[in-house]
Structures are given as structure tokens and as C-alpha cells.
């Protein structure tokens, strides 16, 4: 049977903070299987992790910096307050390799490399039945496309490392220690059922068009063969200098890009995170030319609901009970619900009842939908079950 137990520390040592959090996680779990560990970037990360191993000898970590804070059972914690969180695992049938490659490299060699790094750590030559992934907000398509090309289609869950200040101070890490860019990932392998559910929870509007003109991987030029930002600002009612730089990222939590899977069964949100001043806009994920996009909107009242909702829709896809729940809610809606974050606590602490959880805040979410397709957005709720 799978157990979980949750633990959290706001020491201000690092060091202390980590086997606080992990001493209070490890509680009623022998042996512990996988600990999923988020902190403050504001900590010396390597001597917070030192803290958890000290607890922890031995057992698979990974993790990464989450925006602004963690919510455990026990609440929301961080703010301006450093802070850890963790969510330890325990099932003596689950075999887990945590493995992470840094760059240099290519994003998909680095994603064939750390697979491979994962099958060996958990003494397997076979695919694991899910996967877990990190990796700074920047390449994680590509990373999955390595994946991908050693083990094919497996579901995954994860997201993307965030610091506070969007300043690019965010880490990720696993029991070796905590680097700023490259990949890291946990394979599993158990016989209970893992359940995701991937979902942005905006409402589509009539508001859409065609992607004309795309440079790199994540910068909108044109929608319709006009520049994208007045595009938007049309759809929006608003002059483009209301949407200049980052005024574009603030104005869009409540109102982003949508593009729909080929099956219309999972709108991934993309974020537009810059309006330039050649009237493109930076978006948080890639695009592509010739595909649909959709002007999607929530209110802040509705992104509080749809925590609650989306983790009741998660336990209506399990098979059975759940043993644990891992959460992960995009840093951007974070922001945007700015001092209600409470409510969300309170939102899902109700929908998870006695079943420990942990949210961590991220740059970027990764999730699976309806066909087993594995997708990346921003502005989403990537929320998974472990069965008991």
C-alpha cells in the first residue's frame, strides 16, 4: 500500500530548515521511496538538501525552487519568509531512478542522456510506467522530445522551476545537489494507478485566429497577418501601451492564449509574458505557425475555484482511493491571486480531505490528457494522484 506524509520548515537555516521539513515527512513511512522537495531560492540550497539527507539517507530527492511559497495540509507558507516543503512517498512495491544532466548540450541529448541516467538509477532497462520531470522555464519541450525518443510515450508529470522575482534565480535539484540549468527527472515504476490532471480552467471566448508568423520557438509575431500585440490589445479593447513589457504578463493572467490538442480535449495555455516594442510578444511555450489560437479568460475568483475543482475532477478519473496528491499550480495564477492564496489552501485542503498533498508554484506545468499525449503550458494546474 502506498503512504504518504508531508513536512514543511521555515527555519532561517537552510540546513536546519531541510531536515525540519524532512524529520516531520518521514514520519509513519519505512521506507521512504521518493521525497519531492520545494524551496525558497532565497536558501543555500546544497546545505538545505545536506538537512534532508541527514533525515533522508539514501532516498531519491528531487525538486526545485517554487514562486514565492509551498501549501501543505498544514497551509500556505513563505511569502517573505524562506521556506521548505516536502512530500515524501513510501510503497515497498515502487521502484523509483532519480537521475539529472546539466548543461552543455542539446535539450533532447540531454533529455536521451538523463533518461537512460534514470533507467540505470532504478535498476531497470524498461520504461517506467510515469515519469516526473523538471527544468528551468526555457526548453522543456525539447527535453521531452529526448525523452521520448528513449522510452516513447510515457505519461509525466512536473514544472518548471520558479524564483520570486521572475529574475532567474530558480534551481533545480536533486539528491547530488542543485544546478540552474539542465533537467532532472524521477522514473516509477509501480503496479498502482498514477492519475493527472492537466487543465487551465479558462473559458474560451470568440476571440481567435491563425499564428502567421512565429521567430524562434517563443516569440508571437503576427495572429491574422497583423503584429500579434494589436491583435491582442483589439480583442482586449485596450491601447498596446497598456500592454508594453511586462504590464503584458499582468494583463494576461486573466486573459491568455489558448491552443487546443488536435483532438480538442486539452487546451494548453500559453502566456504572454512581454510586449515588445516591434508589437510581437515573448509567450511562455512554444508555438507554431498555421495553428489556432484562442483568447481564453478567468477571473481571480475562478482561478481559487478551479483548485478546489480541479482536484475533485482528478479524484473522479482515479480507479481507487488516493494515497497522495501532488499539485502543481503555475507561479502566474499565484500572482495573481496575490493575498487570497488562503482561499486556495482552503480550496483544496476541503477536496483532498485526509489525503496528504503538497503545491508547489512553478514557471511552467507539464501534464497528460484524454489520448496520453504529453503536453507543456503556462498559467495551468497540473495536479496528480498516487493509489494507495
Not at 540552474?180 to 487551465?200: C, E, R
Not at 516569440?219 to 498596446?240: C, D, F, H
Amino acid at each position: 500500500m502506498l503512504k504518504a506524509n508531508t513536512g514543511s520548515s521555515i527555519n532561517s537555516d537552510a540546513k536546519l530548515a531541510g531536515a525540519e521539513a524532512a524529520a516531520a515527512a518521514k514520519v509513519g513511512l519505512d521506507p521512504v521511496s521518493l521525497a519531492f522537495v520545494y524551496a525558497s531560492c532565497d536558501y543555500d540550497l546544497d546545505a538545505m538538501l545536506a538537512g534532508v539527507a541527514e533525515e533522508l539517507p539514501g532516498v531519491p530527492v528531487i525538486g526545485n525552487t517554487s514562486f514565492t511559497g509551498v501549501i501543505t495540509p498544514d497551509g500556505y507558507i513563505g511569502g517573505d519568509t524562506p521556506f521548505v516543503g516536502i512530500l515524501a512517498l513510501s510503497d515497498p512495491d515502487m521502484s523509483v531512478g532519480v537521475a539529472a544532466v546539466e548543461k552543455p548540450g542539446t535539450a533532447i541529448e540531454m533529455g536521451e542522456q538523463v533518461a537512460l541516467a534514470a533507467m540505470a538509477a532504478a535498476g531497470q532497462d524498461v520504461a517506467p510506467d510515469y515519469y516526473y520531470m523538471v527544468a528551468p522555464p526555457a526548453e522543456e519541450e525539447f527535453y521531452v522530445k529526448g525523452i521520448t525518443n528513449i522510452i516513447g510515450r510515457v505519461p509525466f508529470f512536473g514544472g518548471s522551476a520558479a524564483d520570486n522575482t521572475i529574475a532567474g534565480q530558480w534551481k533545480l535539484y536533486t539528491g547530488e545537489g542543485a544546478f540552474a540549468d539542465g533537467i532532472a527527472v524521477a522514473f516509477i515504476y509501480t503496479d498502482k494507478a498514477i492519475t493527472n490532471k492537466f487543465t487551465g480552467a479558462y473559458r474560451e471566448t470568440d476571440d481567435m485566429g491563425i499564428i502567421t508568423k512565429v521567430e524562434g520557438d517563443r516569440t508571437l509575431v503576427e495572429i491574422n497577418g497583423k503584429p500579434a500585440l494589436e491583435q491582442y490589445a483589439e480583442w482586449r479593447g485596450m491601447s498596446v501601451d497598456q500592454l508594453k513589457g511586462g504590464d503584458l504578463l499582468v494583463a494576461t493572467i486573466t486573459s491568455p492564449l489558448g491552443v487546443k490538442d488536435r483532438l480538442g480535449d486539452l487546451v494548453a495555455i500559453r502566456h504572454p509574458m512581454n510586449g515588445n516594442d516591434d508589437m510581437s510578444m515573448n509567450i511562455g511555450n512554444k508555438l507554431a505557425e498555421g495553428t489556432a489560437v484562442i483568447r481564453m479568460e478567468g477571473s481571480v475568483d475562478e482561478l481559487i475555484d478551479s483548485t478546489g475543482k480541479t482536484l475533485e475532477e482528478l479524484k473522479a478519473k482515479m480507479p481507487g482511493p488516493a494515497g497522495a496528491y501532488h499539485l502543481v499550480h503555475c507561479g502566474g495564477r499565484r500572482a495573481g491571486i496575490d493575498t487570497r492564496i488562503d482561499e486556495v489552501a482552503e480550496q483544496i485542503k476541503a477536496a483532498a480531505g485526509d489525503t496528504p498533498f503538497i503545491v508547489e508554484f512553478t514557471f511552467g506545468e507539464y501534464g497528460t490528457e484524454a489520448d496520453g499525449v504529453n503536453a507543456c503550458g503556462g498559467l495551468m494546474l497540473s495536479f496528480t494522484a498516487f493509489e494507495a
